[in-house]
């Protein structure tokens, strides 16, 4: 068994603290409770460190698709990059979300209940580390500071998605009073303090290499800057992490020189991986594996294609458009490839057995490591046949997800055939990675005046793209008419040019991978730019999103479930504006 099987072996386990209860005096009736541990046993070494792996073990939502940390649905679907796709009917739950009419009583409540169990169990490491006489002095600091991490990280998740949520740490009263905490306390302090705990006190490099360092929390906490728009401390942060930063393996963080080995299980905790969630397969349990993605395959694939179900996060039409390039390879910035002169051409209700031709024009080469497209290879399985592989054109479009999906040459080792579907791999999934910081900080360049700076760090980014080596290629040469090249200086010549062209970067680079819709809202563009996608999207996939529409003041946030509001009552949770 390799280190991150035996750490994802770990994350399998939950840790439980109990009370045993005396009727009487009689020493012989004190029987403890079945399968619980007591304070005394968790209090050992080895019981804070499984409490510490029970809060890791919450990132991949443990069963709740919705829950992980991914957040396919709440930032990607949510941003356009895709929308639920399949049969209307198959968790139907999904369809109002996806058009921004999200029920106080539907999914959010799993979200909701996911992220403050880990924030619970988060708060009851905190509790045993103050109270456990076995550890050492190190041990303690290192302990609290990756449980301060994590509990961050679930905080910062809360904010992006409710905004007004409770906060609730080490120090409340689980027996009695928790009811009472509302949710009026601003999360951001909150937040920063535990990252700043975590950046002073983590190691640079740990035993595990899945586990938090020092780097993830200055990281996150750079991140956490941009979202309040504290630039320059974002800045400070993001400088240090360029020149000095490393993996928790102790590698020094750098842009894999092929794009689409970062969505290989192979190439799992590569120097671009800056914090991530850690899968393994074959372990005995699939939740130790990638559990969130396993809906999202192309659709009865049989045995010449992965997962064989079930066809959901299917790229949208303006999303794959977004990749057209010129002539000179630069994207098309003034939203020009949406236009019938340049929007991709696609199989939408082309019978697979019918002859089609691909797309003849430029394009980023990103595409098609991103999106699965018909008559392009899909990975090593085959070229995407087109309809066989879509559950419902009419609902979800043509296209394909292919980021988190296995290869051919995965089976048996890097994925898990002991489940429903063999859709569940050891592929870890990227909650930070270096092109995210590298564009972040090119954001805080922008901001405080550095244009030449945020040029220099969306290139590289840009230029990775451009490698050759890892076009996707059929009968020895590229598939598709790939033409890429950097930002010349003029893009950067002026703030607003600049931004738009890092933006835009952002969305070819981090696409479906759960950042968007947060961008948008932290940019304070969701709502133009969601209504366009909805005027365009609408018409090409009616029963989906006809009619659908992104209210500014409202959609930027999700409701407080209605489930909590009845627990603690309307007098301590207030509902956020507009449900």
């Known amino acids: 068994m390799n280190y991150k099987q ?14 045993i209860t005396v009727a009487c005096q009689d020493k012989f009736l004190e029987v403890p409770v079945t399968a619980q541990l007591d304070n005394s046993q968790l209090s050992s070494k080895a019981g ?85 006489t076995v550890l050492s002095a190190a041990d303690k600091k290192r302990i609290e500071a990756e449980t301060k991490f994590l509990r961050a990280l679930n905080y910062f998740d809360m904010k992006r998605l409710y905004n007004n949520a409770p906060y609730i740490d080490e120090t409340v009263d689980y027996a009695g009073g928790i009811e009472k905490v509302a949710n009026t306390t601003d999360l951001y302090p909150k937040i920063e303090a535990d990252l700043k705990f975590a950046y002073d006190n983590l190691p640079e490099t740990q035993a595990a290499v899945g586990r938090a360092n020092k780097w993830a929390a200055a990281s996150l906490l750079a991140k956490v800057y941009m979202y309040q728009k504290k630039f320059t401390e974002a800045k400070a942060l993001f400088d240090l992490i360029i020149a000095s930063g490393k993996t928790s393996g102790g590698a020094k963080y750098a842009l894999l020189p092929s794009f689409p080995d970062l969505f290989k299980a192979s190439s799992d905790n590569n120097t671009e991986s800056i914090f991530a969630t850690q899968a393994a397969a074959n372990t005995g349990n699939v939740n130790n594996a990638n559990p969130e993605f396993d809906l999202n395959f192309p659709y009865n694939t049989g045995p010449n294609g992965p997962g064989n179900c079930c066809g959901f996060n299917q790229p949208s039409f303006e999303y794959v458009n977004s990749f057209r390039t010129s002539a000179s390879g630069l994207p098309l910035l003034d939203g020009s490839y949406n236009t019938a002169a340049n929007r991709l051409k696609n199989d939408q209700g082309v019978p697979s057995k019918e002859t089609y031709t691909p797309d003849a024009g430029n394009v980023d080469p990103r595409l098609d490591h991103t999106v699965g497209r018909r008559g392009i290879p899909y990975l090593d399985w085959q070229d995407h046949p087109g309809q066989d592989w879509i559950r419902n054109q009419p609902n979800g479009g043509p296209y394909s997800p292919k980021k988190f999906t296995y290869y051919k040459s995965d089976v048996g080792k890097f994925q898990d055939n002991s489940s429903w579907t063999p859709g569940y791999t050891a592929l870890n999934f990227p909650i930070i990675r270096y092109a995210d910081v590298l564009l972040l900080a090119a954001e805080a360049e922008i901001e405080v005046g550095s244009l030449a700076k945020a040029l220099e760090y969306t290139n590289l980014v840009r230029n990775r793209a451009a490698n050759p080596a890892s076009f996707v290629t059929k009968a020895g040469a590229p598939a598709a008419k790939y033409v890429i090249s950097p930002y010349p200086a003029s893009t950067f010549a002026t703030k607003a040019s600049a931004t738009t062209a890092v933006r835009f970067e952002r969305r070819l680079e981090l696409g479906d991978e759960g950042h968007r819709f947060f961008d948008l809202v932290r940019w304070g563009v969701a709502a133009p730019v969601l209504n366009a996608y909805l005027a365009y999207e609408g018409p090409l996939l009616p029963n ?31 509902q956020n504006p507009g449900y």
């Open 6 to 19: 035996k750490f994802t072996s770990l994350i399998g386990a939950t840790v439980a603290l109990s009370v």
């Open 48 to 132: 804070v460190e499984g409490s510490l792996i029970s809060v890791y073990a919450m990132l991949n939502g443990r069963g709740d698709r919705l829950a992980a940390v991914a957040n396919w649905v709440w930032g990607g679907i949510r941003g356009g990059d895709a929308n639920k796709g399949t049969d209307p009917g198959d968790f139907s739950t999904i369809n109002p979300i996806q058009r921004y009419e999200t029920l106080s009583t539907g999914d959010v409540g799993g979200t909701w209940r996911t992220r403050y169990e880990a924030i619970s169990r988060a708060n009851a490491t905190l509790r045993l580390v103050a109270t456990s």
């Open 544 to 574: 989906t999103l006809g009619g659908a529409k992104f209210t500014a003041g409202k959609d930027e946030y999700l409701p407080i479930p209605q489930g909590q509001i009845d627990i603690q009552g309307k007098d301590v949770l207030k």
